[in-house]
């Protein structure tokens, strides 16, 4: 196979990177055929080490550069070369920014054939660190003693950290100290070739405005060893602690938390807020985790909406609630629906928390409830789509061209499928009026937009 094509694995060659692929790769080409580098950046002249080759592309890996980027920063973590969380550290936060902008351009002219839409620059944070609001990392062990941090990229073993660059830092302190705690009582790590040991995940929840914590301790086995002085001693030594946890999951999976959920010290959710809304937050909550760029995505949408207070709205994929209450304070009515149960039942409860009353909130598939509102005269002039990365269902699309909402506003984690589902809309008689790309995730690959379309 590798005779016909023009490079060899194992060879060495000097390429000039051209572009970054959606997962921050540089990629060079060889007589029009792809290479995808870790670590390049566009405009660098390299060698590089062929390390896969396959019929339409390869891998490889940096040897030396010759001639580098403008945007090339040395990346500030110490661990960042092994550590599987960032993948933008060694390129400038401008640079980041300009890429992020290039990448949505480049999907929405690929994929949904939408060339003159009106792209906005990035916005960006100010300050692009210590933004997470959450931490979730594996345990495990070596030399007797207990690590967690994240995995290596591509593998499953764990880098211990100390520190993470993109975390609050207090969700570092909480990591560290339930480590700490918990080896001192010999609590064993989980093993999950053998499914043995006790502790798999120490999981922190940080309230930027309030400042309240909570700790969630993952565990295989229902008992915790020595949990009443691993508690007290969590609660004595971290400030601001108003919820311990533990979470129990038995099973051999890679899914994070269990289906049994106990509270070992305090309250069973902790309290945060975004902009003037109140948000209940328990273990399980989706909560986005970066609650100032939120703040700057959702004021994007509510533009967007337009409300004047005498319009009906419809969120599909509501979650908790984050966007149906920020909407329900400008509209008249504001229906929300989520698949997933315990979210409807956190938006039930933020909507009493706020004492907002002009919305509802429905279990189910968008593409299910909407529909059914549709029959019983429900209709929206104003629709909100927020969906998870793989997009809006195509039943979803096929309601939303029946029903003939004025404006669709459209929250996509995923400018892929943003760019795909953007191009049903258009032929169903939308047009895509402008893009509003918001960057929830420094030093990463991801991107945020928000996305007027309107009826033609």
């Known amino acids: 196979m590798n005779q016909t094509l023009p490079v060899q694995k194992n060879e060495y060659y000097d390429i000039q990177f051209e572009d970054l692929t959606h997962d921050g790769a540089g990629v060079a080409k060889v007589e029009g055929y792809p290479i995808f580098v870790p670590n390049g950046l566009p405009g660098e002249k390299a060698k590089i080490k062929i390390t896969k080759v396959n019929k339409g592309y390869s891998f490889g890996r940096l040897i030396e550069i010759y001639e580098k980027s403008a945007d090339r ?9 092994e550590c599987g969380g960032c993948q933008l550290q060694h390129l400038s936060y401008e640079g980041q920014l300009k890429a992020k902008e290039k990448q949505v351009r480049d999907v929405l002219t690929r994929i949904g054939k939408l060339n003159d839409v009106l792209v906005h620059p990035v916005l960006g944070m100010e300050d692009p660190w210590r933004y997470r609001n959450k931490a979730q990392v594996p345990v495990g062990e070596r030399e007797g003693g207990l690590i967690a941090g ?3 990229k591509r593998s499953h073993e764990i880098i211990d950290m100390r520190a993470c660059l993109i975390q609050q830092d207090i969700n570092d302190e909480v990591v560290q100290t339930v480590k700490e705690v918990c080896e001192k009582y010999g609590v064993s790590a989980y093993d999950e070739k053998r499914h043995k040991g006790t502790i798999r995940h120490i999981m922190a929840r940080h309230g930027l405005v309030t400042g309240e914590v909570m700790v969630v301790i993952v ?4 008992d915790l060893p020595h949990g009443k002085r691993i508690v007290e001693e969590i609660v004595s030594r971290i400030n601001g602690v108003k919820s311990v946890i533990q979470n129990v999951n038995t099973k051999k999976t890679n899914v994070i938390l269990g289906d049994e959920t106990r509270v070992l010290w305090g309250e069973e959710v902790i309290y945060d807020y975004i902009g003037d809304v109140k948000f209940a937050i328990s273990s399980r909550s989706f909560y986005q985790v970066n609650p100032e760029q939120t703040k700057v995505l959702y004021e994007q949408a509510l533009s967007y909406a337009d409300l004047t207070g005498e319009e009906e709205v419809i969120d599909a994929y509501c979650g908790i609630g984050t966007i149906s209450l920020f909407l329900a304070k400008k509209a008249k009515k504001v229906y ?6 315990e979210a409807i039942e956190d938006a039930k409860r933020n909507a009493e928390l706020n004492g907002i009353e002009n919305v509802e909130f429905a279990v189910g598939e968008a593409e299910t409830v909407i529909p059914k509102w549709y029959e019983q005269g ?15 269902d195509e039943s979803l699309l096929k309601t939303i061209l029946d029903m003939k909402p004025k404006r669709v506003v459209y929250v996509s984690c995923n400018p892929a499928t943003l760019a795909r589902d953007l191009r049903i809309l258009e032929d169903g008689g ?3 009026q402008e893009v509003q790309p918001v960057d929830m995730f420094p030093h990463t690959t991801h991107v945020e937009c928000c996305v007027l379309l309107v009826k033609k």
């Open 430 to 432: 939308y047009q895509t």
């Open 150 to 152: 994240f995995y290596q």
């Open 336 to 341: 929300g629906v989520e698949i997933v149960p």
């Open 73 to 81: 920063v040395d990346a500030p973590c110490p661990i960042y070369k």
């Open 378 to 392: 429900i209709t929206a002039e104003v629709l909100v789509v927020d969906p998870p990365r793989k997009g809006c």
């Open 219 to 222: 565990t295989r086995t229902p």
